[in-house]
């Protein structure tokens, strides 16, 4: 959020100076307030009226608890004292905001008082006092408008608007792996228009939130490092979320957030509309029964049911104990519902060789090292998971246990 805006000038008999400011005396102190400026305007006016070799540059100044950022411009005219007029209007934010979307506003700001001065001395002839008149209205407005809407389109005069939006910086999206599966948070089919990527338009319809990464390369026949550039894109954008492969032997097991679900009502209750399945009866049920099994999946049962997940157990047992309720829920909705919410997560498997000699050794020892074995040598150092070998490699967790049995002194760990 901006916290000011001022407008300041080079003076001749003052020199740097502060003509607006919004809000008033928030950049240089006053008798009629008793709280401080934000900034110490003395402090910083050499950096934010430069000599004319620094202008047309933008300029970020730290300063004690913010960050003055502005884009000083100087015009050359026989027709000022000294033949040049500088000036320079700055936005004053928190220290630590991402100021890459506000670097825009102040070039563009300054882009458009310098045609505006060019062409009638809309400042240098504005004989209004310090704050009030055009120019302080305007800075007003802008302060208003961005802070609230993000946006703004200000008349200056029948021939120039100040049309300005904030567009919003997001977090490199984190390093995407071929196991890791995308599930999509909005209706990416909306979003599709004629402009958009070949690649995207061919996984589109594989973003299903069951196939991983790898299989929707294979399935859109397209490039892998194609397809993984994209889903970045729409990580970016919030558009998808990555999950790890579902699987009914996999356990799954609580975070601490638990906690947190617990006491939220509505959570639980947004929890029950999203894995109750529809409606309906087994043949051999009498009618109502069911309906009565539904009005028992209260927010307590969904809470025991979560609280029932812990290591060891495999979701496929875990569904045999709870054979009542798991027909009428959506088992891969609960278990994602959890994952999201991030009171969930899913125990990965490792493998880490320990015996004295390489792996290599050993099936030397036997009948020479298969091409099977040097690409599983290097997943054996406890830091890939199951997915992760099992996708590389094309095969089954059950085919990577045989080839770990056959290899020997391998030990797998649960975390």
């Not at 802070?147 to 995407?176: A, G, H, V």
């Not at 069951?210 to 397209?222: G, P, W």
């Not at 996708?391 to 975390?415: N, P």
Request: overall charge neutral.
């Amino acid at each position: 959020m901006i916290k000011a805006i001022f407008f300041s000038k080079f003076d001749v008999l003052e020199g740097p100076k502060v003509v607006h400011q919004v809000p008033t005396h928030s950049i240089t102190p006053s008798s009629e307030t008793t709280s401080p400026p934000l900034v110490h305007f003395p402090s910083v006016a050499a950096a934010v009226i430069p000599r004319q070799t620094f202008c047309s540059l933008p300029i970020a100044i730290l300063h004690s608890r913010y960050r003055i950022l502005g884009y000083p411009t100087c015009l050359a005219s026989p027709s000022y004292p000294r033949n040049e007029f500088i000036f320079n209007f700055c936005l004053v934010l928190p220290r630590h905001t991402e100021i890459t979307a506000y670097a825009s506003v102040v070039a563009k700001i300054a882009a458009l008082f310098k045609h505006l001065e060019e062409t009638s001395h809309f400042l240098s002839q504005d004989s209004s006092l310090p704050n009030t008149g055009k120019i302080y209205a305007l800075c007003e407005i802008l302060l208003e408008d961005l802070n609230n809407y993000c946006e703004c389109m200000i008349p200056i005069d029948e021939s120039n608007t100040l049309n300005i939006k904030l567009f919003p910086t997001y977090p490199p999206p984190p390093p995407i792996f071929p196991h890791q599966v995308p599930l999509a948070t909005v209706r990416l089919e909306s979003l599709i228009d004629s402009n958009w990527d070949l690649t995207m338009l061919l996984i589109l319809p594989h973003i299903d939130g069951v196939n991983s990464v790898k299989q929707i390369a294979l399935l859109a026949d397209a490039d892998y490092k194609l397809v993984r550039k994209a889903i970045a894109h729409l990580l970016y954008y919030g558009c998808v979320i990555l999950l790890d492969i579902f699987s009914f032997g996999a356990s799954y097991a609580l975070t601490a957030e638990i906690g947190l679900f617990v006491g939220d009502t509505e959570v639980q209750a947004e929890c029950r509309r999203y894995i109750l399945l529809p409606n309906t009866r087994l043949p051999h049920e009498p009618a109502g029964g069911m309906a009565t099994d539904r009005e028992a999946l209260n927010g307590i049962k969904i809470v025991e049911m979560y609280c029932s997940l812990r290591q060891g157990i495999s979701l496929k047992s875990w569904c045999m104990e709870h054979a009542g309720v798991v027909r009428m829920i959506d088992i891969r909705r609960f278990i994602t519902f959890g994952i999201i919410k991030g009171f969930l997560y899913r125990v990965h498997k490792y493998a880490i060789a320990t015996g004295a000699t390489s792996i290599l050794s050993h099936t030397r020892a036997r009948k020479g090292p298969g091409k099977g074995e040097r690409e599983l040598e290097r997943f054996l150092d406890g830091n890939h998971c199951f997915d992760e070998i099992c996708t590389e490699l094309m095969i089954s967790e059950q085919d990577l246990l045989g080839k770990l049995k056959g290899i020997g002194d391998v030990q797998i760990i649960q975390k």
